[in-house]
């Protein structure tokens, strides 16, 4: 009876010993099919949290990993164009310019492992597409990424933040 009560007493210990605290930037995907082709953006999730984010977090005119924790990653399993560019299937990763004034700067990248913006290559960019900002009219806590206006031939990926 003893070794029941003392089993029982150390049981809540052990389940405590296990808990692990959730990411701060957890880890997102969407995906969406055009036509015969699946378009995927993995992603992780940065919060708000009362911080200023463009303009002072993330500078005006510099380039931004598209997420947090790692390379946000593009993969399509067909040919696409973006914006007058053909881009072959594969993997890449997603960098934004931001500008205060004016369209921010998407880069579709071949480096899918650097990881961080220090390590970002332009000269191994596949795209340069620029595209306006729109300010939302509330704002979003955790940065999202969506496919909008699909069709059977195109889709539009849009950030919101």
Known sequence: ??????????????????FV???ASPPASSTVEAGYTHLT???HR?????????????PWGKVWRAGANANTLLTFDGPITIGDTPVNAGTYSLYLTPEK??????????????GSERDYNQNRNVVWHKAPATRLPERIES???RWMNVAPQSADLVLEW
């Open 21 to 23: 605290t959730p990411v």
């Open 101 to 114: 004034d004016g369209d921010w700067a998407w880069s579709i990248n071949l480096d899918t492992t650097n």
């Open 41 to 43: 953006v993995a992603y």
């Open 1 to 18: 009876m003893i070794r029941i009560t003392l089993l029982i007493l150390l049981l809540p210990l052990y389940a405590s010993a296990q």
């Open 46 to 58: 940065p919060s708000v949290r009362g911080r200023v984010i463009f303009g002072k977090l993330l």
């Open 143 to 145: 940065l999202e990424y």
